[in-house]
């Protein structure tokens, strides 16, 4: 696996990597992780076609699911604790 781009952003870090023939868009805020797949033929342009796919209501999207994946964890942590 090799990274292959890195994509600028205020709330996330984005990384691309490229492996056996997919695109692998990695999210990371904090301790949590996305990992989008997408194989190579999917996206004739190349990386620049996984550029146009990372659009604003993507980035939005990626951004309430790391909000949930907090409460989530947040939750499971506090029903832990009163164990």
């Given at each position: 696996?090799?990274?292959?781009a ?29 990992t989008?797949?997408?194989s ?11 550029f146009k ?8 999207s990626?951004?309430?699911r ?18």
């Open positions: 696996m090799r990274i292959i890195e994509l600028p952003h205020p709330e996330f870090k984005i990384s691309i990597f490229l492996m056996n023939q997919k695109y692998l868009i990695k999210f990371e805020k904090g301790t949590y992780e996305q989008y797949k997408l190579q033929i999917d996206i004739p342009d190349g990386v620049d076609g996984v796919l990372l659009d604003a209501d993507f980035f939005d990626v951004a309430e790391f909000t949930q994946m907090r409460n989530d964890f947040n939750n499971a942590f506090q029903r832990y604790e009163l164990l």
